[in-house]
């Protein structure tokens, strides 16, 4: 309501003599524009004569149909700055967008509803929301709220269609209708168009006109669509609400209330997809606003995520505010690297400096959900504590030096003198996880084919043995969280180092009947959701493992000192034994404390059931592919044993030599170092102390 005012109020009392309501001067019509009329343009291209869509150009919205005017008019196409990732033109088959939100796949035949969309046949899916059928088939509708990684609302109103409903055509948010055979829906017609232009005026009715300051300026979905749905101008004079602004609801995300929209993205992602409802609605009706509890910050893994889905400038990110504008960025896709996961990222740069990192929706993946630490890490990247150029101290006459400034030539030289003057075998390289193969390749044949040292190892301790890793039926993220599957956890708690684990595990469990059973010595982020949970106590995992086998196979078995109750035990083997499309046990070192052995002697264990695949739960951002290429102990490329093959070998006939003995892993190096056995230690990006 205008200037705050409550629905609930009491009537204006009426004139003493006019006995009615004093009526407040408006202005004429003119001064209530804020914009010259014009028509503007409609976002929807012209159907051809066979009723197909016309393949959009690659960098700009389609042509459209100038509002009012004659249908053969169109106006000319929107530059590729005002585009934006919730209001795409659908994308030709071979320039899918990086950050599209949901799947495109084929219907089947056989299940096929047949659904008609402004007068042209589409088919569905059974059951489908018809904003889904429809921007598959073609049609985009617009909208605010919905998002198909979360649950429909209806909140904002924007997908209005017109649906025949057996008695004629009525509006429907075409994000709450599912699709049913022979049901007709028009996107095109005039009560569509005027449900939009009211939709659209309503919610600029407060939003503040702060385009050219607003870090959403040039992607954002509302600009967008009031270019192509709303009406032109605006009839609304009275003064906007204001807020204080911004609030800092976290360390990374700043909330502006006089830009939001109430859409409910943010509040059903935290309660929905994180499970940390720290962020919901307050106040009613025009007072009603999207804010934290009192005193509490918005202190979730995946608060970032928010921010991506927000369609408006309500929510930004503390790092990117005011650093540019969409149009400025340069965007290449990525993996992230904080763990070994791979979720998918599109990283953002301008003038060779990275300025925000964005998730991809990958399906096999993360969804396009990112932790906060794979979301705003990139600020070390940037950091003035990164070294700039090599750094060179002297440790003559027993004394250290201070670190001095060095050209790369002297560094080199330095570095290879030192190289050069020991034996191989007092040699060690560390680390190395966190690089791309083609890096971990070339590491791994200087050090084993030119060095000649196998005291390497990419895992610095905290990972398990190659050949547990690399030897086990592989598992991916999609197989552990496919409808109606059953997951064994042994590992660390996927909520504090496997984020995107957990939200896909989340999801799996509360929406596709997943069962989890967890085998961790204290409590995890699913533990309450987990069907079975065994806290065997340390140093018991493999055992307590080893009388669940036995139980899902009818044997005798007994838990011991495991410190589990028998009963737990057997419900959790009956739930293992209903699984008939197998078992996916995500492996990992629920804690450095315990031996990496613990968890080894356990997964060889679980490997007895039939049908079991492991998904491993490692900390560091590329392990398998470091394994891969040979950055291990007594490993070459290609998963080659050192012992198993000779000098000149086919698979390194292109290395110069090949280590004489077998080095030592992460662990026994450091020992080594202590004891004065190794003279010359590379850390490729690791830190074997923190």
């Known amino acids: 309501m205008p200037r705050g005012r409550d629905l609930a109020g009491a009537d204006p009392a009426p004139h003493p003599r006019r006995g009615r309501p004093a009526l407040r001067h408006r202005p004429a019509a003119r001064h209530r524009r804020q914009h010259q009329p014009r028509p503007l343009p409609r976002s929807r291209p012209q159907r051809t004569g066979s009723g197909a869509l016309p393949a959009p150009p690659d960098h700009h919205l389609p042509a459209r149909t100038l509002r009012g005017g004659p249908r053969g008019v169109h106006h000319p196409p929107l530059p590729a700055r005002v585009r934006s ?63 198909s990684r979360m649950s429909p609302v209806g909140m904002c109103r924007m997908c209005l269609v017109e649906v025949d409903t057996g008695r004629g055509f009525a509006l429907q948010p075409s994000c709450m209708v599912p699709v049913s055979e022979g049901m007709k829906v028009s996107t095109e017609s005039e009560v569509t168009k005027k449900a939009q232009d009211g939709v659209l005026e309503f919610l600029l009715i407060n939003h503040p006109l702060d385009c050219p300051v607003c870090d959403k300026g040039g992607e954002c979905p509302l600009q967008d669509q009031t270019m192509a749905y709303g009406p032109g101008e605006t009839r609304f004079v009275e003064e906007k609400r204001h807020f204080a602004k911004p609030i800092a609801i976290s360390e990374t995300v700043y909330l502006d209330r006089e830009r939001c929209i109430l859409c409910d993205r943010c509040t059903r992602f935290a309660d929905e997809v994180a499970g940390d409802a720290l962020i919901h609605f307050m106040g009613r009706g025009n007072h009603t606003e999207v804010n934290t509890f009192p005193d509490e910050p918005f202190a979730s893994y995946f608060s970032g995520n928010t921010v991506q889905i927000c369609p408006v400038g309500a929510l930004t990110a503390a790092p990117y505010r005011f650093k540019a504008r969409p149009w400025d960025l340069t965007e290449t896709l990525s993996t992230a690297w904080v ?107 200087l050090a084993k ?59 799996a469990v509360i929406n596709d009947g997943a069962k989890l059973v967890e085998i961790t010595p204290v409590a995890t982020g699913l533990s309450h959701l987990a069907q079975h949970s065994l806290r065997p106590r340390p140093g018991t995992t493999a055992q307590l493992v080893s009388a669940l086998v036995a139980a899902v196979a009818g044997d ?135």
Not at 89 to 105: N, Y
Not at 474 to 483: N, V
Not at 488 to 494: A, K, M, R, Y
Not at 609 to 616: G, N, Q
């Open 85 to 147: 990732q919730d209001h795409p033109p659908r994308p030709h088959p071979d320039r899918s967008s990086p950050h599209r939100s949901e799947p495109v796949t084929a219907v089947e035949p056989e299940t096929a509803v047949e659904i008609t969309v402004d007068g042209a046949a589409v088919e569905a899916h059974p059951g489908e929301m018809l904003i889904e059928a429809c921007e598959r088939s073609g049609t985009y509708i617009p909208r605010f709220c919905y998002h």
């Open 556 to 690: 005798e078995f007994e838990a011991g000192s495991t410190g589990v109750d028998r009963s737990e035990l057997e419900a959790a083997a009956q739930c293992l034994a209903g699984a008939d499309d197998g078992v996916t046990a995500v492996l990992g070192r629920a804690s450095l404390a315990e031996g990496a052995e613990v968890v080894e002697a356990a997964a060889i264990e679980l490997s007895a059931l039939p049908l079991v695949r492991f998904l491993p739960a490692l900390r560091r951002g590329n392990v398998i592919g470091a394994l891969e290429t040979g950055l291990a102990p007594e490993l070459l490329p290609g998963r080659v044993r050192l012992d198993g093959v000779e000098d000149g070998g086919p698979r390194v006939e292109a290395w110069p030599r090949l280590p004489a003995a077998a080095g030592l892993d992460a662990a026994g190096v450091l020992r080594a170092a202590a004891r004065g056995d190794i003279d010359v230690l590379v850390l490729v990006g690791a830190d074997p102390l923190n």
């Open 339 to 445: 763990d070994s996961l791979g979720a998918r990222v599109a990283v953002q740069a301008s003038r060779n400096r990275v300025l925000r990192v964005l998730g991809a929706d990958a399906d096999a993946v993360n969804w396009g959900w990112l932790t906060d630490k794979e979301r705003f890490g990139f600020e070390a990247l940037n950091s003035a504590e990164r070294l700039a150029a090599p750094m060179l101290r002297d440790t003559a006459d027993g004394g250290v030096s201070e670190w001095s400034e060095a050209g790369w030539g002297e560094a080199l030289d330095r570095i290879a003198g030192a190289v050069g003057a020991a034996p191989p075998e007092r040699v060690a390289v560390l680390g190395g996880a966190r690089l791309n193969n083609e890096a971990q390749y070339m590491w791994a044949k």
């Open 449 to 507: 084919g030119v060095i000649g040292t196998d005291n390497v190892d990419a895992q610095l301790g905290d990972g398990l043995d190659p050949a547990v890793v690399l030897g086990l039926p592989r598992a991916t993220i999609d197989d552990a969280c496919r409808s109606g599957g059953t997951v064994v956890l042994i590992g660390p708690d996927p909520k504090e180092e496997l984020g995107t684990l957990y939200l896909r595990l989340r999801h």
